[in-house]
């Protein structure tokens, strides 16, 4: 008798809630492992990404150009004696600055990863006013014309593809690599002034054929700086520390200008030495990819509990309408297959992109938990019901996805649904008249 109770309380729909609710909770554990098959497939794809930005060109920051005059400054002592000598360099920025830039992108793939380059034809042009060292408020420094030199900076030096020319008051000037001082740029072209009189107004252009990937950006160093940005890419995203004031995107590309003045920034026209920085000033596009197959893969994976607590839940639903036991190893099954659905999406989708590897995923997972309930129920109607949740979730799933501003909002909002639903559906079971196991066991 006494087993006969034990049997009956392990038989109980009750107990097989709580069965199946731990079974539920326990298969996090796999499906956290999923996500960490799908982060090292991001991670692996990130590294051949690097290494094709590596050869190709790195993000872009074309900065300048910069005067710079060397100056020194002789120490005293309180008796006026002089005990030092200190040296350090002047920098002035132009007064009007005008970017124009041609960005023409390229899609490369190295085996199964593709990533977007870019090359960048960049016009400078613009003017420098005649220095104003009064604004150093450095009265007794000796400032050396003779050896000023233009820095302009450029983050990625290999990426440069032309051999630029500084052309100052009509004069072309020679350009050497590297950058003079690390004040400002870590890298870029230095232009030794030479002969040019620096004491009067000098205009200058600037011709630069660039590769880079990813971001291109230029600096806003003028008193007036217009920037100019065109491309037939459809998916820019604008960076820096300022947005277009004027904007297009269209199927066929995109145009950006922007204009900056020097009340914009926090830091002036001339200073000395390290005394201030230039890359809060940057402004430019970030030409996006479409979230990848393995972005969406890992968004669909952190779905996963949902699947099973819903799958669960119906076929205990099923279990009490149809009174047909099934087994929790047969819960487990479907929670399995459910899972698979994951590693198939993220294998196939590498192979053949997202949406169609969506749909073969999602079609071989439900026509197997059709074709397993079909076998355990041999009930056609509960087999549609299953097979209709299945496609349901999957077709919720997917919308999802596909919406990158409004996914939370779709996503409560049908939460809220499913849940609306399941709780209607409970009330048209009879939870104790079915389970007389349960009334036993009190």
């Known amino acids: ?71 020194s400054v002789k120490v005293s002592d309180e008796n006026n004696k002089v005990i030092n000598e200190r040296h350090g360099v ?28 870019y090359e960048g034809n960049l016009k400078l042009t613009g003017s420098f006013s005649q220095p104003d060292i009064s604004q150093l408020d450095l009265p007794e420094a000796q400032y050396n014309w003779a050896t000023a030199y233009f820095t302009i900076g450029v983050s990625d030096m290999r990426g440069i593809k032309n051999l630029p020319e500084l052309v100052l008051n009509g004069q072309k000037c020679k350009v050497d690599p590297g950058v003079a001082d690390t004040d400002l740029f870590q890298s870029g072209i230095t232009v030794k002034a030479n002969s040019m009189n620096l004491n009067q107004a000098m205009n200058f252009e600037l011709e630069l054929v660039l590769n880079g990937s990813e971001v291109f950006s230029v600096e806003a160093l003028g008193k007036t700086s217009e920037v100019t940005m065109t491309s037939d890419w459809t998916q820019p995203s604008f960076t820096g520390g300022f947005l277009p004031t004027n904007r297009q995107v269209t199927a066929n590309g995109f145009t950006a200008d922007w204009q900056v003045t020097h009340l914009n920034r926090n830091f002036p ?28 893969s890992m968004r669909s994976a952190k779905y996963a509990i949902l699947f ?63 074709w397993f309930t079909s076998a355990i129920l041999h009930n056609s109607k509960m087999v549609i019901s299953v097979t209709l949740l299945q496609t349901g979730l999957y077709l919720f799933l ?32 009879k939870w104790y008249s079915e389970d007389r196991s349960d009334v036993n066991i009190g």
């Not at 002047?90 to 190295?110: C, D, I, Q, S, W």
């Not at 200073?271 to 197959?293: C, M, Q, S, Y």
């Open 90 to 117: 002047a920098h002035f920025l132009p007064e009007t600055l005008k970017t124009a830039g041609v960005l023409v992108p390229e899609k490369r793939k190295r085996g199964i990863y593709e990533v977007v380059v």
């Open 1 to 71: 008798m006494e087993t006969k109770s034990i049997q009956n309380f392990l038989n109980s729909y009750s107990v097989k809630m709580i069965i199946v609710s731990f079974m539920a909770i326990f298969l996090l554990i796999p499906s956290f492992m999923i996500q960490d098959i799908i982060q090292e497939r991001i991670d692996l794809s990130q590294n051949v990404k690097n290494e094709l930005y590596h050869q190709w060109g790195g993000k872009q920051v074309v900065s300048g150009p910069v005067l710079n005059v060397p100056y």
């Open 308 to 370: 099973i607590a819903l799958n669960f839940i119906i076929f205990i639903f099923i279990e009490i309408k149809s009174k047909i036991r099934i087994h929790p190893f047969q819960y487990s099954l479907v929670a399995f297959a459910l899972l698979i659905f994951y590693v198939l999406l993220t294998s196939i989708g590498e192979q053949i992109g997202f949406n169609l590897a969506y749909m073969i995923s999602a079609l071989a997972v439900t026509t197997l938990i059709s």
């Open 269 to 296: 026209q001339q200073w000395n030495d390290r005394k201030f920085k230039t890359n809060e000033a940057d402004l430019g596009v970030e030409l996006l990819i479409p979230i990848d197959h393995y972005q969406k």
């Open 398 to 429: 997917f919308t999802i996805l596909q919406l990158q501003d409004y996914a939370l909002l779709a996503g409560s909002i049908g939460l809220f649904i499913i849940l609306a639903i399941i709780m209607y559906g409970s009330q048209q079971i």
